[in-house]
């Protein structure tokens, strides 16, 4: 099994894998916990709940 880093432990210990973030608090945390020293990208996934059968 790999090690886990110490800035790895940090990022677990900052963030609760039960709370649902909001899209600004998801933001801040995102930001806090980074460690990359080029600019990442961050995907997003929503569930509209449209039909996509239905026009309108």
Do not use: C, H, Q, W
Not at 16 to 22: L, P, S, V
């Amino acid at each position: 099994m790999a090690k886990v880093s110490k800035n790895r432990k940090l990022a677990l210990s900052k963030y609760d894998a039960t709370k649902i973030y909001t899209l600004a608090e998801a933001s801040k945390l995102i930001k806090e916990i980074t460690t990359s020293k080029f600019d990442a990208s961050v995907d997003l996934s929503i569930r509209l709940g449209v039909d996509p059968r239905k026009a309108g």
